[in-house]
């Protein structure tokens, strides 16, 4: 048998990769996270699939299924919001399985800060302006940040920024990133990328955190932060350029 861990998407069902969807389609377990996958995804499944909702258990309990269904030779579908390779908790799944033998398989998804800014219509880098995304968090609630990975020391480069998990502490995030961006750099909040009921923010360091309070926004949000979401004077790419020599 083999555990799969499927990128979901950010949130709508049809952004899930193909193979997430085979993979779903013929799995006999599946076991996903019930506060953030779509219930879209779980009709894919067989009709006589286990399906375990992951939302309320630990480490050790998901562990446990797992290990079940390869005592019983089934494979696992393993859904996760977004894309497993950021953010997703999937490396401490990995090596709980490594260490009982248990092979594994990743597909990936498309993570919630692509989705985000395909919403905002915008590319995050843009020649002559910003070539380098930052993908990061703030402490809070959750693990640490480990040593040199505050947003102040982030910030010192003036790269676009992208933050996960920091919706809640926007006023953290705004007094930390102003002194390296200043006031009127352009941030974007997207909530709940790609679903019906997404919203967007747009505004700037000075008045994104009002807006977000006024909002209610205080969790599956992304924070944009750059000159890259207002960047209209730039050069074209030498991708594309017609100086570029081609065969």
């Given at each position: 048998?083999?555990?799969?861990?499927?990128?979901?998407?950010?949130?709508?069902?049809?952004l899930v990769?193909?193979?997430?969807?085979?993979?779903?389609?013929?799995?006999?377990?599946?076991?996903?996270?019930?506060?953030?996958?779509?219930?879209e995804?779980?009709?894919?499944?067989?009709?006589?699939?286990?399906?375990?909702?992951?939302?309320?258990?630990?480490?050790?309990?998901?562990?446990?299924?797992?290990?079940a269904?390869?005592?019983?030779?089934?494979?696992?579908?393993?859904?996760?919001?977004?894309?497993?390779?950021?953010?997703?908790?999937?490396?401490?799944q990995?090596?709980?399985?490594?260490?009982?033998?248990?092979?594994?398989?990743?597909?990936?998804g498309?993570?919630?800060?692509?989705?985000?800014?395909?919403?905002?219509?915008?590319?995050?880098t843009?020649?002559?302006?910003?070539?380098t995304?930052?993908?990061?968090?703030i402490?809070?609630?959750?693990?640490?940040?480990?040593?040199?990975?505050?947003?102040?020391?982030?910030?010192?480069?003036?790269?676009?920024?992208?933050?996960?998990?920091?919706?809640?502490?926007?006023?953290?995030?705004?007094?930390e990133?102003?002194?390296?961006y200043?006031?009127?750099?352009?941030?974007?909040v997207?909530?709940?990328?790609?679903?019906?009921?997404?919203?967007?923010?747009?505004?700037?360091?000075?008045?994104?955190?009002?807006?977000?309070?006024?909002?209610?926004?205080?969790?599956?949000?992304?924070?944009?932060?750059?000159?890259?979401?207002s960047a209209?004077?730039?050069?074209?790419?030498?991708?594309?350029?017609?100086?570029?020599?081609?065969?």
């Amino acid at each position: 048998m083999t555990v799969y861990f499927i990128g979901a998407g950010p949130g709508a069902a049809d952004l899930v990769t193909v193979r997430g969807l085979r993979v779903l389609e013929r799995a006999p377990v599946c076991l996903y996270a019930g506060s953030l996958v779509p219930r879209e995804l779980l009709d894919a499944c067989p009709p006589d699939a286990r399906l375990v909702d992951t939302a309320n258990l630990n480490l050790d309990q998901i562990v446990a299924e797992i290990r079940a269904a390869h005592a019983a030779g089934h494979d696992v579908a393993r859904l996760h919001s977004g894309d497993p390779s950021v953010f997703s908790a999937v490396a401490e799944q990995m090596r709980r399985l490594d260490a009982v033998g248990v092979p594994y398989q990743v597909v990936p998804g498309v993570p919630a800060f692509a989705a985000a800014a395909a919403s905002l219509g915008r590319e995050l880098t843009v020649p002559g302006v910003g070539q380098t995304v930052i993908l990061t968090r703030i402490s809070g609630r959750a693990t640490p940040m480990p040593a040199g990975e505050d947003l102040a020391t982030l910030g010192a480069s003036g790269a676009t920024m992208v933050l996960h998990l920091a919706v809640q502490r926007i006023g953290q995030v705004v007094a930390e990133l102003l002194p390296a961006y200043g006031a009127g750099c352009p941030v974007a909040v997207v909530a709940r990328a790609s679903r019906s009921d997404e919203l967007i923010l747009r505004g700037t360091l000075a008045d994104i955190a009002a807006q977000v309070h006024a909002a209610g926004v205080k969790r599956t949000a992304v924070i944009v932060v750059g000159r890259v979401l207002s960047a209209a004077e730039f050069p074209d790419s030498h991708l594309y350029s017609a100086a570029r020599a081609r065969p």
